[in-house]
């Protein structure tokens, strides 16, 4: 450059023959671009040696190039899996990630983070549930200038602003699979009140009961809180019942790895006296002995699908939003004794 200046993004722009908006996109690696364009900017930006002003940037913007993960959810496995999805887009580009985690219960709420918010000056924001269906808070985060991706287990926004997957009809087709494979009596793990997740897997478990003819026991239906030790002491509860369930459908993997836990104290056999499905496809499901047969939640793929509404907002509309969940079958689910595999 003339004078030893230094390249701007307006000369990439210039002699690459695009906008500044996709010379910028090729800076975040968007996957919206095609290879030639994406190429021929590459070239220029080598060319000239361009580097990008990042605090420039973010001064123009009034925001720095960081994205929020904002959550009150006690299943780690899924928070980690929620943030490698993340990474997974932002890796190669000039983002960089927060976590925050917050007490839903906590009557300043909303007041820290707005604060969370205003002190990093995020250029987006992503909510895991249940928080993400506090609607007040995703307001909240538009009128600070973030932009807001929901995750969910059900519709809660528009497509730009969400990431769902479809938990009721996974957990009813799962059950109704039990069922084919002859067990009647089917017992339930619910996960923790005020979870939408909670409510749309206990949904789906009536639905698919309601499918295959059968109709719930509360005498083998317990709630968990997501965690190990209630999956241990929900299976305690079930396995005790009059008439104990011969297999058992549990809200998320960490509570069934302790209803397999509860199961082995009293000298059960998995899967031949009992029968669990989890739900989440966490590493525990594969880990655990017998691997565990589980609802395959696509967390990371929702969560690096969510990054990339979040960096490139006027976009979004056009990337999926609902992202269908799947029955991994392993070794912990077979046919109730004395009925014939399907």
Same mark, same amino acid.
């Given at each position: 450059?003339?004078?030893?200046?230094?390249?701007?993004?307006?000369?990439? %722009?210039?002699?690459?023959?695009?906008?500044?908006?996709?010379?910028? /996109?090729?800076?975040?690696?968007?996957?919206?671009?095609?290879?030639?364009? /994406?190429?021929?900017?590459?070239?220029?930006?080598?060319?000239?040696?361009?580097?990008?002003?990042?605090?420039?940037?973010?001064?123009?913007?009034? /925001?720095?190039?960081?994205?929020?993960?904002?959550?009150?959810?006690?299943?780690?496995?899924?928070?980690?899996?929620?943030?490698?999805?993340?990474?997974?887009?932002?890796?190669?580009?000039?983002?960089?990630?927060?976590?925050?985690?917050?007490?839903?219960?906590?009557?300043?709420?909303?007041?820290?983070?707005?604060?969370?918010?205003?002190?990093?000056?995020?250029?987006?924001?992503?909510?895991?549930?249940?928080?993400?269906?506090?609607?007040?808070?995703?307001?909240?985060?538009?009128?600070?200038?973030?932009?807001?991706?929901?995750?969910?287990?059900?519709?809660?926004?528009?497509?730009?602003?969400?990431?769902?997957?479809?938990?009721?009809? %996974?957990?009813?087709?799962?059950?109704?699979?039990?069922?084919?494979?002859?067990?009647?009596?089917?017992? &339930?793990?619910?996960?923790?009140?005020?979870? /939408?997740?909670?409510?749309?897997?206990?949904?789906? &478990?009536?639905?698919?009961?309601?499918?295959?003819?059968?109709?719930?026991?509360?005498?083998?239906?317990?709630?968990?809180?997501?965690? &190990?030790?209630?999956?241990?002491?929900?299976?305690?509860?079930?396995?005790? %019942?009059?008439?104990?369930?011969?297999?058992?459908?549990?809200?998320?993997?960490?509570?069934?790895?302790?209803?397999?836990?509860?199961?082995?104290?009293?000298?059960?056999?998995?899967?031949?006296?009992?029968?669990?499905?989890?739900?989440?496809?966490?590493?525990?499901?594969?880990?655990?002995?017998?691997?565990?047969?589980?609802?395959?939640?696509?967390?990371?793929?929702?969560?690096?699908?969510?990054?990339?509404?979040?960096?490139?907002?006027?976009?979004?509309?056009?990337?999926?939003?609902? &992202?269908?969940?799947?029955?991994?079958?392993?070794?912990?689910?077979?046919?109730?004794?004395?009925?014939?595999?399907?």
């Amino acid at each position: 450059m003339a004078n030893g200046q230094k390249p701007t993004i307006n000369d990439v %722009a210039r002699l690459s023959g695009v906008s500044k908006k996709t010379v910028s /996109r090729v800076i975040n690696k968007s996957p919206l671009l095609n290879d030639a364009t /994406r190429g021929k900017v590459e070239a220029v930006i080598a060319q000239l040696g361009y580097v990008p002003n990042l605090q420039a940037r973010a001064l123009a913007l009034r /925001r720095n190039f960081l994205l929020g993960l904002i959550h009150d959810n006690p299943n780690a496995q899924m928070v980690l899996g929620v943030q490698e999805g993340i990474l997974d887009t932002i890796r190669a580009t000039e983002f960089a990630l927060v976590v925050r985690p917050v007490d839903r219960h906590s009557p300043t709420l909303l007041d820290d983070i707005r604060g969370f918010i205003e002190q990093q000056r995020l250029y987006g924001v992503m909510l895991l549930p249940p928080i993400s269906e506090n609607d007040n808070l995703a307001r909240m985060c538009l009128d600070l200038g973030c932009t807001v991706v929901r995750m969910g287990s059900a519709r809660l926004d528009e497509d730009a602003r969400l990431v769902a997957s479809n938990d009721r009809q %996974a957990v009813s087709e799962a059950v109704a699979w039990l069922a084919e494979l002859g067990h009647t009596r089917i017992g &339930f793990i619910a996960g923790p009140e005020g979870f /939408r997740s909670a409510r749309e897997r206990q949904d789906g &478990f009536v639905e698919g009961m309601a499918r295959a003819g059968l109709k719930p026991d509360p005498a083998i239906m317990a709630r968990g809180t997501y965690r &190990f030790e209630s999956g241990r002491a929900a299976g305690e509860q079930l396995l005790s %019942a009059k008439e104990p369930p011969t297999a058992v459908f549990s809200s998320n993997d960490e509570m069934a790895a302790g209803l397999l836990h509860a199961a082995r104290e009293r000298g059960l056999d998995v899967p031949q006296d009992l029968s669990i499905i989890g739900f989440d496809d966490t590493a525990t499901a594969a880990h655990i002995w017998p691997p565990l047969t589980t609802v395959r939640w696509p967390i990371r793929t929702m969560a690096s699908t969510a990054a990339r509404k979040l960096i490139e907002p006027g976009s979004a509309a056009a990337a999926p939003s609902l &992202f269908p969940s799947d029955l991994i079958r392993r070794a912990s689910a077979v046919p109730r004794p004395g009925k014939d595999a399907q």
